[in-house]
């Protein structure tokens, strides 16, 4: 089973809905999800240094906006060490996305997050904005 984590910076609920979501397509598709919220497993405000090398060891992956994980360079390496998979939502300003954004923008990619993930072992890092069509590997 694999674990996909949603970000605090994202609603736990929305984690809760995508799991419901996926639990009928895990016993038709040969890549079974289970979709959790980091939040909810880790607490509200836990570092990033705390929860990386946890879901890192799971073989987790993460859907966040915050870039910045990609972009620090420690955080960065922690997430390459432990093995990663990374998904990065671009908001189109500082305020990052409502919650309908968010909700809409996982949910009509999310057949192309499953393929990211069944094709891609960790760690990775893709990236897409609101705009984008698709999600673009970052190396």
Known sequence: MTKVYIDENMPH?????????????NFK?????????????????????EWIPLVGKEGGIIITQDY???????????????????????????????????AEFIVTRWEEIKKIISKNKPPFAFRSTIKSKKFDKID
């Not at 609920?13 to 397509?25: G, K, R, S, V």
């Not at 500082?94 to 919650?99: P, R, T």
């Open 13 to 25: 609920q929305l984690a809760e809905a995508l799991n419901i979501l996926q639990q009928p397509l």
């Open 29 to 49: 598709e040969p890549l079974q999800i289970e979709v959790l919220s980091i939040k909810k497993v880790f607490g509200q405000g836990a570092k990033d240094e």
């Open 68 to 102: 910045n994980i990609q972009t620090t360079r420690h955080q960065r390496d922690l997430c390459e060490e432990h093995g990663l998979g990374m998904l990065y939502i671009k908001p189109p300003s500082k305020n990052g996305l409502s919650y309908w954004e968010m």
